[in-house]
């Protein structure tokens, strides 16, 4: 079966993190996130990827190639970001026979994905807790029955079963794939859905785990949920005065300095250099050529290539973009004194996000004055700078 995966969103939700890297492409663990994706549906026997591609699409080709892991990869080109049925359209000259369609920001249990190829036609569904923020899903004679309906974002939903953005199409369904545009003017995959259901029976596959990242820390839920997947591997050059606890991945190329503790799961990408004396616990990927010096604690945070955290600072459940400097003496705080869940500006609101502790999201190129102290929830855009000993409490 094919495999269309869409990647050509614009990520608004991810700014400024995908201000210069397209959100698929944006690292969780060892890989981009479309990549969990295109190795899912790889290992679910999948005889050709399409990519649906548009915002950064070069970035996204240049890394899949004409091939990936011995299977091929094709590319379709949407011209504007219409809407999840208007990207697998764009695929559509791609397409015969049945074929399955999947978020590539959306990640996946492997196994799953595998029973959705198999039960063809079928849909990936996830029981959630508050189902009126979804796309709904009706069945019947329980949640294993065949699927009658889908609704998105029901106030009152008929059950708890969430459209968890994978399919597997009949070919008929290449016939229609032009829906017209929703009320929020996009052309929508679930209008397709709707017209598969209708004319067969399609099976939901319950997920027991599913992760939909569009916003930042989600990223770091990612990293967090794949990362505790790798296992200790050191490759690279540790010093024997280092400790290295639980599921450690140092890559070949990377360094860890004397003193250093670093306490799984944690992946230390080759080039980076990691202490003397820095202490790295919680799920924490550094990046390509990242480096954390002397006395420099990171805690479950996302450390992108080419970032300094050089010496006598904390970042604590933070994702940092490509080269931000993080001045000597910098402090994230993560958690409030209140307790309260942590908030976070998504375009132009701020939301909660879920979080008891959440610390600061940098774009690419940040530099932080010595000293500087920041406070939980806060986002830096790209370039942005702070004074040495300023307080920052509001985003800039
Ligand atoms: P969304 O998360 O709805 O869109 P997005 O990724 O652009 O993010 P944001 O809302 O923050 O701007 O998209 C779901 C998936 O579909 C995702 O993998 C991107 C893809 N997509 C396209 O390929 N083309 C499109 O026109 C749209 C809207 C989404």
Redesign the pocket.
């Known amino acids: 079966m094919k495999a269309v ?10 700014r400024p993190l ?1 201000e210069s890297v397209p ?2 492409m944006l690292p969780v663990a060892d890989r981009p996130l ?1 990549a969990h994706t295109v190795d899912a549906a790889i290992e679910a026997g999948a005889d050709e990827i399409v990519l ?4 950064e699409a070069e970035t996204v080709r240049d890394y899949f190639g004409p091939e990936y892991r011995g299977v091929p990869v094709s590319y379709a080109v ?1 011209e ?5 049925a ?2 697998v359209n764009a695929a559509r000259d791609h397409l015969e026979g049945p074929f399955a369609v999947l ?4 990640l996946y249990d492997p196994a799953a994905i595998d029973r959705l190829f198999d039960a063809c036609p079928a849909i990936c569904a996830i029981e959630v807790a508050e189902p009126s923020n979804y796309g709904v899903l009706s069945t019947e004679g329980g949640p294993d029955g065949p699927v009658t309906g889908i609704i998105e974002k029901p106030d009152e939903p008929p059950t708890n079963l969430a459209n968890a ?1 994978a399919y597997a199409f009949p070919a008929e369904a290449r016939q229609w794939l032009e829906v017209p545009a929703s009320e929020r003017g ?1 052309h929508e995959i679930t209008d397709v859905v709707a017209r598969v259901i209708e004319e067969f029976d399609m099976t939901p596959v319950t997920l027991e785990r599913w992760l ?1 990242v ?2 930042p820390w989600e990223l770091l839920e990612a990293n967090e949920w794949k990362l505790a997947t790798l296992e200790r591997r050191i490759d690279g050059d540790v010093s024997e005065d280092a400790h290295l606890e639980g599921d450690v991945v140092v890559e070949a190329g990377a360094t860890i300095e004397p003193g250093v503790v670093i306490e799984g799961p944690a992946l230390i990408r080759e080039g980076a250099e990691v202490g003397p004396n820095a202490y790295v616990r919680g799920a924490t990927l550094i990046g390509r050529d990242a480096e954390i010096g002397h006395a420099v604690e990171v805690k479950n945070s996302v450390v992108s290539p080419g970032t300094s955290v050089s010496h006598l600072s904390y970042v604590g459940d933070s994702v940092l973009g490509r080269n931000v400097n993080v001045g000597a003496g910098t402090n994230v705080a993560n958690l409030r004194h209140d307790d309260a869940d942590i908030r976070f500006t998504v ?1 132009g609101e701020r939301v909660s996000t879920g979080r008891r502790k959440f610390g600061v999201v940098a774009g690419d190129g940040v530099k932080t004055g010595i000293n500087t102290s920041l406070t939980p929830g806060l986002k830096l855009e790209g370039g942005a700078t702070t004074r040495p000993g300023e307080a920052v409490e509001r985003d800039r």
Do not use: C, H
């Open positions: 995966v869409l990647a050509a969103g614009q990520g608004t939700r991810m995908s959100k698929p479309a649906v591609i548009g915002y949407q504007r970001q219409a809407g999840t208007d990207a978020n590539g920001d959306n953005g996009e939909d569009g916003r375009k």
